[in-house]
């Protein structure tokens, strides 16, 4: 019989199964969302702003944006690969 300590470390550290790929597909999901969001922005602000000031700022803030998408998608396709039998 195990200790109750040592069976709460067995279970806060063992896997997850692969339910819990969806979790960064969601996230992925989200994130591309939100670069449209702002990627349209750009263009909008690109066609119709006459002075471009903000234009700078909206692609600084689509680079991070970009990188959680990625890094969500690659996660996602990393966690269905190794849950697959």
Known sequence: MMAPLES????ATTPFGPK???????LTIINFI???????????VFL????????FQIVLVSLPTF???FT???????CIGSTQM
């Open 72 to 78: 969500n998608r690659l996660l996602y396709s990393m």
């Open 34 to 44: 939100l670069l449209l969001y702002i990627l349209l922005s750009a263009l909008y």
């Open 20 to 26: 819990y790929c969806d979790f960064f597909y969601y």
């Open 8 to 11: 709460f470390f067995k279970d």
């Open 67 to 69: 990188m959680a998408y």
């Open 48 to 55: 119709f702003d006459k002075k471009k000031e903000g234009i």
